[in-house]
């Protein structure tokens, strides 16, 4: 007879994600989970990616609803996008990305990317397994966010400061958003980026190709 | 003997925003839940308001961390602003608002407004005991968000499309944002507000007024 064991919720999509993180490493793959707000240019960051990223990946894309984010990156030019409607959900769960990278030949790809829901709050505490959680910002959206939401910045080991090319639009203090990154995390690395202009993007993706290496 | 009764945390918000909204009608009050991402222009709605509208009115501003908000309120001319902080919580419930209220001289103010926790998603479902729940948009987030993160649309009886100045600098399709507004319904109302400029917000501001008068 099967023992039961009751486990809380949170620690049964621990357990999850410690092995998502062990078959992906088998399989050579470094994961990458990109955490920001709605509209920070989370899709659009991917989109330049497949475009301009000469590896092999594929990318799972987190939304409450539609496909509408999966269905962009396929367009820019990669075949490997799979939408995860997660139906209302308010973030990605280690199980959903269990069930999803069953679909995906794992020994075609070496990086995964998932882009989770937007939302700076509730997608910062699931871990997916993966090896790397970023998070990305957005110089329209003010730069009070690594202060007023933590939790994201406490465990991302990089931030993107997207849509860089909107700075001289707007007031905002770019130096301060360092300061306050570095104050939750002293060994973040944090990337000025544009999908617009290419600014920070390259040195993005090569610093991707170093940490697979690493 | 009390007798217990089990039910749902849902059940016990609902109960609880039904009796907010029962005290704050009795005084008078005008309620608005105002959702949004983090970075739309929520508080700086707020602090127009403070320093435009010339009613009595309190400000209770929901944040994960920092009271930020509502010192940026307080400072912009305006006493009553209370804050909450969720200590990592996605979004207000109606218990917080309840205990906040307790803290405002209700007889003193004829509108309050609620800055929800910046999230496009889990606050959208939660009554406070508002007569007003409004979504803010922001033009720099881009022009799908209506689609994605539909639970707030259909619920909101006004959608404010904020930051319209960049309109200019931004690829946006603002036709197609408020024809997904009017889908998921038909009743919405939309401003286009800026608050760099003022557009839109004198209307809104109209409208507020004719609102509690109904």
């Known amino acids: 007879m099967e023992k039961k064991v009751n486990i809380s919720a949170r620690e049964r999509n621990d357990l999850i994600a410690a092995e998502n993180r062990e078959i992906l490493s088998n399989n050579g793959i470094f994961?990458?989970?990109i955490i920001g707000s709605p509209g920070c240019g989370k899709t659009s960051i991917l989109e330049y990616t497949a475009n301009h990223f000469d590896e092999k990946f594929a990318v799972i894309v987190g939304d409450v609803k539609t496909a509408l984010d999966s269905d962009r990156i396929i367009q820019s030019g990669h075949s490997s996008a799979y939408?995860?409607?997660t139906g209302g959900g308010c973030h990605l769960s280690a199980q959903m990305i269990r069930q999803k990278i069953a679909?995906?030949?794992l020994k075609a790809i070496d990086y995964l990317f998932i882009e989770n829901v937007g939302n700076l709050v509730c997608p910062s505490t699931y871990d997916l397994g993966e090896n790397?959680?970023?998070?990305?910002?957005?110089?329209?959206?003010?730069?009070?966010k690594v202060r007023k939401y933590p939790a994201l910045f406490l465990r991302a080991r990089v931030a993107l400061i997207n849509k860089i090319d909107l700075?001289?639009?707007l007031?905002?203090?770019i130096e301060r958003v360092k300061a306050d990154c570095l104050v939750h995390n002293p060994k973040v690395k944090i990337f000025e980026t544009s999908v617009k202009t290419g600014a920070g993007i390259d040195d993005w993706l090569a610093?991707?190709?170093e940490q697979r290496k690493a």
Chains 1, 2 share one sequence.
């Open 31 to 33: 994961t990458v989970n």
């Open 83 to 85: 939408a995860i409607e």
């Open 103 to 105: 679909e995906i030949d």
């Open 132 to 144: 790397l959680k970023i998070a990305v910002l957005s110089i329209p959206e003010g730069d009070e």
């Open 167 to 169: 700075l001289e639009y």
């Open 171 to 173: 007031d905002y203090d």
């Open 207 to 209: 610093y991707l190709r």
